[in-house]
C-alpha cells in the first residue's frame, strides 16, 4: 500500500446563492429541525416536478451529492491535495450542497436548482499552479458551474414551476417568482448581455480595482478587467459575501491563493534551510509564479472577510 501524505486540505464555497427574493417560512408547532427536514423534502419534491429539476437531482444522485438544510444556500467544496513517498500528487475534491432552513419550500426549491449546477460542475482544481485570478473570476461567472448558468437554471425552474397545474404553488408565490426572474427571463437569451450585466458593480466598483492591482496578472488584463466592469447597480450578488460575483470571487481566489502559498511557501522555505538542500519538487517550483506577491505579511488579502464558511 502507497502511504500519501495529506498536504493541505481547502474548505471553499463552490457558490453563494444569489441574494434577491428570500421569503420566510415555517410551523412553530413542530421542532425547528423537523421543520426543516419537511421543508427540504417538500422542496426536493417540488424540484422532481420540473423538467430541467428532475434532470438535474439525477444527475446529483449519480454523482452522490449530499444535500443538506444550513443557514444558508451554499455549495461547499473541500478540496484536499496529498503526496505519496514518490512525490506523486493527487488532488481530491467532495462537494456538499446546503440550502437555507428559513426559507419556503418554493424558494428553496429555485436555490436547490441554483446549488446543483454548482455542485454538478464544480470548480477548477484551487491547487492548480497555473490557476489565475482572471481565469477564475471568468468561469466562477461564466463557466459550465458558473453563476450565470445557476442564475438561468434557477430561473428556468422558476418559469417550470409557475407551468405546472393550478394548486401546486399558489399565485401569491408564482408572482414572486415572476418579481425574481423577470430580469433574467428577459436578459439571458442575449448571451453577450447576460454574461454582461454580473460584471455591474456599483458601489464595490473601486474596491474591485483595488483587489485587482493586489494580483500578478499582467497590466495589459488589469486593463482588459476594468474595461469589462461597470458602476451601474449590480443585478446580482453572493448571498454569503453580500457582495457582487466578480468582487465575491477575486477575494475568494486571493484567500484560497494565500492559503495553497502559505502552506507552499513553508514547505519551500524549510527544504532550502535543511542541512542537506533538497531539490523543489515540480508543483513547488510552478506554484512559486502563481504565488508571487503573496504570504507576506502586509497582504490585505489575508484579513480579507471572503465567503468561506
Ligand atoms: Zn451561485
Not at 483595488?210 to 495589459?220: G, H, Q, Y
Request: charged fraction near 25%; glycine fraction near 6%.
Amino acid at each position: 500500500m502507497r502511504i500519501r501524505h495529506l498536504i493541505c486540505v481547502l474548505i471553499f464555497v463552490g457558490c453563494a446563492g444569489n441574494a434577491v427574493g428570500e421569503t420566510g417560512g415555517g410551523n412553530a408547532q413542530k421542532s425547528a429541525s423537523e421543520n426543516a427536514k419537511d421543508s427540504l423534502k417538500k422542496a426536493i419534491w417540488l424540484l422532481e416536478q420540473t423538467p430541467s429539476g428532475k434532470e438535474e437531482l439525477a444527475q446529483a444522485k449519480s454523482l452522490n451529492i449530499p444535500i443538506e438544510a444550513g443557514t444558508v444556500s451554499k455549495t461547499e467544496i473541500t478540496a484536499t491535495r496529498t503526496q505519496s513517498a514518490s512525490e506523486e500528487d493527487s488532488y481530491k475534491i467532495l462537494v456538499h450542497v446546503l440550502i437555507a432552513r428559513e426559507k419556503d419550500p418554493v424558494f428553496q426549491a429555485l436555490d436547490l436548482a441554483h446549488e446543483l449546477t454548482h455542485a454538478i460542475h464544480p470548480k477548477e482544481n484551487p491547487f492548480d499552479p497555473k490557476l489565475d485570478p482572471t481565469q477564475y473570476v471568468k468561469d466562477g461567472i461564466q463557466g459550465k458551474g458558473g453563476e450565470a448558468p445557476a442564475i438561468a437554471q434557477e430561473c428556468k425552474v422558476g418559469k417550470e414551476l409557475t407551468d405546472l397545474p393550478v394548486g401546486v404553488i399558489t399565485e401569491e408565490t408564482a408572482q414572486l417568482i415572476k418579481a425574481r426572474c423577470s430580469f433574467v427571463w428577459k436578459t439571458e437569451a442575449d448571451a453577450s448581455k447576460w454574461n454582461q450585466s454580473f460584471y455591474y458593480l456599483g458601489q464595490y466598483y473601486h474596491d474591485f480595482i483595488s483587489l485587482l492591482k493586489k494580483t500578478n496578472v499582467a497590466t495589459n488584463t488589469k486593463i482588459a478587467w476594468v474595461n469589462q466592469i461597470e458602476e451601474k447597480s449590480p443585478m446580482f450578488a453572493s448571498a454569503v459575501a453580500h457582495k457582487p460575483y466578480p468582487l465575491a470571487l477575486l477575494e475568494e481566489y486571493m484567500q484560497i491563493t494565500r492559503i495553497v502559498c502559505e502552506k507552499t511557501m513553508k514547505s519551500v522555505a524549510s527544504q532550502l534551510s535543511g542541512r542537506t538542500i533538497a531539490s523543489l519538487s515540480a508543483f513547488q517550483t510552478a506554484m512559486q509564479i502563481r504565488c508571487r506577491g503573496f504570504g507576506r505579511k502586509d497582504d490585505s488579502s489575508a484579513t480579507s472577510d471572503s465567503s468561506q464558511e
